[in-house]
Structure formats: structure tokens, C-alpha cells
């Protein structure tokens, strides 16, 4: 598989594994957030998408009150005709936010995994189970060597298994996809543009050289495209800097950022330095700083009775609030 960025022609291949899911918690601790009881919605309109934040009185001026969990299946293609550009781009953000978060807790859940894993090994206390899961963590972020034998590849492990600040993804989303508007971003949930090398699985690209195989991958969800673009983030040898920078601002203390991380994106794209001051003004005149804060809500028990299913509406009165239902098969 490969990422393109639209904006050079650079391609970086990335191997990636998604086999397993893993249970994302929230960051009150006490309340897991069952991903596969995660509400997944797919608005057929951006009304009806923002109906569906106001009726969980999400607002993106009031982050400080959380960000209810949700998985939003598909960005509404009339996004860019339908509300102004501030209106476009609030929703895009409250729209992605919610599953960045929830990736991000994956990832935190299969770090402090890891850690117990080693721990255990300092005690000589490691089992079967326990090399088995470490091998798989291992492979998901492409590692090579025993980090049970191997310090350095200990090290290696421990810097890749990280959390990507949010600003940063809100702000390559954004740019990568047009806000959601690119042909790709439509049709197959692909925000990032990666590839795929598996003739008819993903999307032709328009103007593809004669003889050439790749196509546009496309994902179920777009909840997908945020979880593979943040494993080749953490995987991959040419954002070894990135991952550099985020471990040195873990070792002083300091906060990790989607401004300092963006420093880490020079084989992000052929324009190298360019494309780094672009995304780090996306996240200036966005105010995007704040949502590197951020935090998921507890879920709430409460019955939905002020959407309906045509127009502007979302979900059926049948459904609950996020978290507390089995996830939407299909729409209404």
C-alpha cells in the first residue's frame, strides 16, 4: 500500500495490519466506550449531521464540555454547497473529532498494554499469551527485532506506539481531502490518499499512466482512513522524525502538539517545507490548538426524541445516544 498526498508526487509505501480492534476508553477512566457499541452514523445531508450535533449539544465552541463518541460513517456530500465555508469547516472538524479521539484511546489502551507486557518481562514473568501479543503489536507497527531481547527494539516499539495529536489530523484531513469534498474523501472515505495495488479494490485515479495498477483505497468508514493514516505515521521510516520529536517532548514534559509534530512531515510531500508551514497555518487560523486537548464524554442513557429520519433528521426516536446501543446495520 502507498500514501499519496495530492499535493506532490511523492509516494512512501506503508505496510499496514488491521485485524484487531481494541476497546477505547474515555478519558474519565471510568467509563469504557465499547467500540462495537459505538453509534455509526451516515447523514445523507449536512443538516441533517448538524441536527445530530445539536441534539447531543455538541457544539465546537464549547469543546470544554467534551466530545460525544461517534463514528461517522460518511462526510455528507453536500457539504460544500449547503453551508458557509466557517459552517463547512466547524462541521467537518466536530465531525472527525469524535474518531480521532476514539483511534487515539486505541492506541493509548495498547501502549499501557505494552507497557504491563514489559513490565512483566523485568519480573520474569511473561507468559505464552503475552509473547504472542507483543509479536502482534510488534507487526501492526512494522517493528523488526524482540523487544524482550533487544533494548533498541524496545525503544523503537515504545516511540511508535503513540497517540497522534488531533490538530494535526484535523488539519492534514482538511487538506488532503479538500474538506471532505475530493473525489476520494466521497466515494471511498479516503481522507489521506492512500493506495492500494490490488486491482478493482479501490479507485481509479483520473489521468493514471497507461500500464500502471495502483488505485485510490477505499474504506468502510472513515473512522478506517483516520486508524491507517495514523499507523503509517507511527510506522513508517520516513516520519521516524515526527515520532523523534514526540518522544523528546514526552521525555521534557511538554505538551506533544500538532504545531511541533507538523515539523516532523518533510517526506509528507515533494514541497517539504512548504507543505509543513501549510499545515501549521491551517492549525493558526483554525485555532485547532484547542482540540489537542480535548477529551470524549462519558455516555449518557437517554432516548433521542427530536430527530426525525427525512429532511434535516438522522436517526429513528428508537434510537438511544451513543454508547448504549448495538452499533446502526443501515439507515432508516
Not at 450535533?53 to 467534551?66: P, T
Not at 466530545?67 to 466547524?90: E, M, R
Not at 492500494?196 to 474504506?219: A, C, D, L, Q
Not at 514534559?253 to 512531515?265: F, I, N, S
Request: without cysteine; proline residues 6%.
Amino acid at each position: 500500500m502507498f500514501i499519496f498526498s495530492k499535493k506532490s508526487s511523492l509516494f512512501i509505501p506503508v505496510l499496514l495490519a488491521f485485524s484487531v480492534f481494541f476497546a477505547p476508553v474515555s478519558v474519565t477512566a471510568t467509563q469504557l466506550i465499547d467500540r462495537e457499541n459505538t453509534q455509526t452514523i451516515t447523514p445523507k445531508t449536512t443538516a441533517g449531521l448538524q441536527a445530530f450535533f445539536k441534539a447531543l449539544d455538541y457544539n465546537w465552541m464549547q469543546l470544554e464540555n467534551g466530545t460525544p463518541p461517534f463514528i461517522l460513517g460518511k462526510i455528507p456530500a453536500d457539504i460544500n454547497s449547503t453551508v458557509s465555508t466557517i459552517s463547512k469547516k466547524h462541521t467537518f472538524f466536530m465531525g472527525l473529532l469524535p474518531m480521532i479521539l476514539l483511534a487515539n484511546h486505541e492506541i493509548k489502551e495498547e501502549r499501557e498494554e505494552l507497557l504491563k507486557i514489559l513490565e512483566r518481562h523485568n519480573k520474569r514473568a511473561t507468559n505464552a499469551s503475552d509473547r504472542e501479543r507483543l509479536e502482534e503489536i510488534s507487526k501492526r507497527y512494522g517493528l523488526r527485532g524482540n523487544p524482550l531481547t533487544d533494548h533498541r527494539a524496545r525503544s523503537r516499539l515504545l516511540q511508535r506506539v503513540d497517540t497522534i495529536p488531533p490538530a494535526l489530523v484535523l488539519a492534514q484531513a482538511a487538506n488532503e481531502s479538500s474538506w471532505g469534498t475530493s473525489r476520494f474523501a466521497q466515494l471511498g472515505n479516503n481522507l489521506f490518499g492512500e493506495w492500494t495495488f490490488k486491482p478493482g479494490t479501490g479507485i481509479v485515479p483520473r489521468g493514471r499512466p497507461s500500464g500502471e495498477i495502483y488505485e485510490v483505497r477505499k474504506f468502510p468508514s472513515i473512522y478506517e482512513s483516520i486508524r491507517s493514516y495514523m499507523n503509517n505515521l507511527n510506522r513508517h521510516g520516513a516520519y521516524r522524525k515526527l515520532r523523534e520529536i514526540r518522544r523528546e517532548l514526552r521525555k521534557s514534559g511538554q505538551p506533544v502538539t500538532g504545531m511541533a509534530l507538523a515539523k516532523g512531515l518533510q517526506k509528507y510531500s515533494q514541497r517539504g517545507e512548504e507543505y509543513i508551514r501549510e499545515i501549521q497555518a491551517m492549525i493558526r487560523h483554525n485555532k485547532l490548538a484547542r482540540v489537542d486537548t480535548a477529551f470524549l464524554r462519558r455516555p449518557k442513557i437517554e432516548i433521542l426524541t427530536s430527530i426525525s429520519t427525512t429532511g434535516s433528521g438522522l436517526l429513528s426516536t428508537r434510537n438511544r445516544l451513543i454508547g448504549h446501543i448495538p452499533p446502526v446495520r443501515h439507515n432508516p
